[in-house]
């Protein structure tokens, strides 16, 4: 058995699916398990209609929901070649339940209704693939993955429950390799015991494919992207990248950890828990050899792997009384963080000040300030870039600082970090 995941991207357009049927086509003799995300931008076009939704601009939230729904009917029928097909009615049943939480008022919390709008995404494209497929000779079963992945119902990050889903997966997923070689299932949702639909967090159908292929004890997950492999910087912000062909786990949950966007940082762990090897690989060119992500792999070779993390905001707090950064001090920094989930990417503490590097939130920053301003002058530089090189060397970090001040620096013998601003 292998997992496979196709990601927005790779289902961009009516051609691109296509290109995506043929590589399956060319695993004739393999259970293939297929997790698929929502089609090209789709779910920051559904956050769209949530948000008008929640802010109760009904209309506008309408009428991006009719754009949607345009969107994928229009690609349905470049699929199939006509509005005949059960498809259509099956697209439709999303819309129309879609359309009655445009229709409720929006007394729960801000996130539900955001689960409930976005997961809609990931059904739509899987309904569609899974018929393109099917017409084309792919036999193949669909699975609504809201009745096997069970989670908590901590709403846009939920939480699997383990047990639940194996035996949801053994019980539900496993036989149907019994009608046919595939398995198409949705990415990034899953549902609570209550049958809410919930998210797993953006981009998370990398980590809905290795959950299945943990509890599937897959051979390989791969996953299909729109780059060669795994490579030690992202190729749309720097020119010069190379492909790394083997890299361990460790050094992947490393890359992701400091904001690399290309895996999703909880995929390594339940691959590592079985050892199962994750392969990325290139839809554009299959026969490209792409990365094996394994934990044995041979790290003497890696280049220097750089990753930068734009639109950062440096928050300076300078203890009013001239009181020390003591560990209780820092403790209670670190708690308002924490309560307030703003992720802390970087910091450095001297005699009276406390400095950190967080993501721009214009909200967050506006409650942190609040929860912190009786004891701490609080200042803040925007519109920063946060570089981490790996292995560095340093004639390229100085390459990569160019132009820039360096606002805050952190060395380690394997890790450079650096804050700049231009
Ligand atoms: N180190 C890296 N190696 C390869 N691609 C990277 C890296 N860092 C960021 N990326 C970006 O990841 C993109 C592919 O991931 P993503 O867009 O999430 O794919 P999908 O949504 O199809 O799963 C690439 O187009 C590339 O710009
Ligand atoms: N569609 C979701 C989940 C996902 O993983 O997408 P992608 O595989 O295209 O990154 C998102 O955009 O967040």
Same mark, same amino acid.
């Given at each position: 058995?292998?997992?496979?995941?196709?990601?927005?991207?790779?289902?961009?357009?009516?051609?691109?699916?296509?290109?995506?049927?043929?590589?399956?086509?060319?695993?004739?003799?393999?259970?293939?398990?297929?997790?698929?995300?929502?089609?090209?931008?789709?779910?920051?076009?559904?956050?769209?209609?949530?948000?008008?939704?929640?802010?109760?601009?009904?209309?506008?939230?309408?009428?991006?929901?009719?754009?949607?729904?345009?969107?994928?009917?229009?690609?349905?029928?470049?699929?199939?070649?006509?509005?005949?097909?059960?498809?259509?009615?099956?697209?439709?049943?999303?819309?129309?339940?879609?359309?009655?939480?445009?229709?409720?008022?929006?007394?729960?919390?801000?996130?539900? *209704? *955001?689960?409930?709008?976005?997961?809609?995404?990931?059904?739509?494209?899987?309904?569609?693939?899974?018929?393109?497929?099917?017409?084309?000779?792919?036999?193949?079963?669909?699975?609504?993955?809201?009745?096997?992945?069970?989670?908590?119902?901590?709403?846009?990050?939920?939480?699997?429950?383990?047990?639940?889903?194996?035996?949801?997966?053994?019980?539900?997923?496993?036989?149907?390799?019994?009608?046919?070689?595939?398995?198409?299932?949705?990415?990034?949702?899953?549902?609570?015991?209550?049958?809410?639909?919930?998210?797993?967090?953006?981009?998370?159908?990398?980590?809905?494919?290795?959950?299945?292929?943990?509890?599937?004890?897959?051979?390989?997950?791969?996953?299909?992207?729109?780059?060669?492999?795994?490579?030690?910087?992202?190729?749309?912000?720097?020119?010069?990248?190379?492909?790394?062909?083997?890299?361990?786990?460790?050094?992947?949950?490393?890359?992701? *950890?400091?904001?690399?966007?290309?895996?999703?940082?909880?995929?390594?762990?339940?691959?590592?828990?079985?050892?199962?090897?994750?392969?990325?690989?290139?839809?554009?060119?299959?026969?490209?050899?792409?990365?094996?992500?394994?934990?044995?792999?041979?790290?003497?070779?890696?280049?220097?792997?750089?990753?930068?993390?734009?639109?950062?905001?440096?928050?300076?707090?300078?203890?009013?009384?001239?009181?020390?950064?003591?560990?209780?001090?820092?403790?209670?920094?670190?708690?308002?963080?924490?309560?307030?989930?703003?992720?802390?990417?970087?910091?450095?503490?001297?005699?009276?000040?406390?400095?950190?590097?967080?993501?721009?939130?214009?909200?967050?920053?506006?409650?942190?300030?609040?929860?912190?301003?009786?004891?701490?002058?609080?200042? *803040?530089?925007?519109?920063?870039?946060?570089?981490?090189?790996?292995?560095?060397?340093?004639?390229?970090?100085?390459?990569?600082?160019?132009?820039?001040?360096?606002?805050?620096?952190?060395?380690?013998?394997?890790?450079?970090?650096?804050?700049?601003?231009?």
């Amino acid at each position: 058995m292998k997992v496979f995941k196709f990601g927005g991207a790779s289902l961009e357009s009516v051609e691109r699916i296509k290109q995506v049927a043929q590589i399956v086509q060319s695993f004739p003799d393999d259970k293939l398990l297929i997790v698929i995300s929502a089609m090209g931008k789709t779910t920051n076009e559904l956050e769209k209609v949530a948000q008008n939704f929640y802010m109760r601009k009904r209309e506008i939230a309408a009428q991006l929901l009719y754009n949607v729904e345009q969107q994928h009917i229009q690609v349905a029928e470049s699929l199939l070649g006509n509005r005949e097909h059960p498809l259509f009615q099956q697209l439709q049943q999303f819309f129309t339940e879609a359309e009655w939480t445009l229709g409720e008022k929006p007394l729960r919390a801000y996130d539900y *209704y *955001y689960d409930q709008l976005v997961s809609m995404g990931e059904l739509l494209s899987t309904a569609i693939v899974s018929a393109f497929f099917n017409t084309i000779g792919l036999s193949n079963t669909w699975v609504d993955v809201r009745d096997v992945f069970r989670t908590d119902d901590n709403f846009r990050d939920a939480n699997i429950d383990w047990a639940f889903t194996q035996k949801q997966v053994t019980e539900k997923v496993v036989p149907l390799f019994n009608q046919t070689n595939i398995v198409i299932a949705q990415g990034f949702i899953g549902s609570t015991d209550q049958n809410e639909s919930v998210t797993l967090g953006r981009e998370g159908s990398d980590y809905s494919a290795a959950v299945f292929a943990n509890m599937l004890d897959a051979e390989s997950q791969t996953i299909w992207k729109d780059v060669e492999g795994l490579k030690n910087a992202d190729p749309k912000l720097f020119p010069n990248t190379v492909n790394i062909p083997e890299i361990s786990y460790g050094e992947v949950i490393e890359m992701a *950890y400091y904001g690399a966007q290309v895996i999703h940082p909880k995929t390594i762990k339940p691959l590592q828990n079985k050892q199962i090897p994750l392969l990325v690989k290139c839809f554009l060119d299959k026969n490209l050899p792409g990365t094996v992500i394994r934990e044995q792999a041979d790290v003497r070779q890696l280049p220097p792997i750089i990753v930068l993390k734009r639109n950062q905001v440096l928050l300076t707090l300078t203890s009013k009384d001239y009181a020390f950064i003591t560990e209780d001090k820092i403790s209670d920094i670190y708690e308002t963080f924490h309560r307030l989930k703003v992720k802390i990417n970087l910091m450095q503490n001297g005699a009276i000040t406390f400095s950190c590097c967080i993501d721009h939130n214009p909200e967050k920053i506006e409650l942190l300030i609040k929860a912190l301003h009786n004891d701490f002058k609080i200042s *803040y530089n925007e519109a920063l870039e946060l570089l981490t090189v790996r292995y560095y060397q340093d004639g390229l970090l100085e390459d990569l600082s160019n132009h820039h001040t360096v606002l805050l620096e952190q060395r380690s013998k394997v890790t450079v970090q650096r804050l700049l601003k231009k």
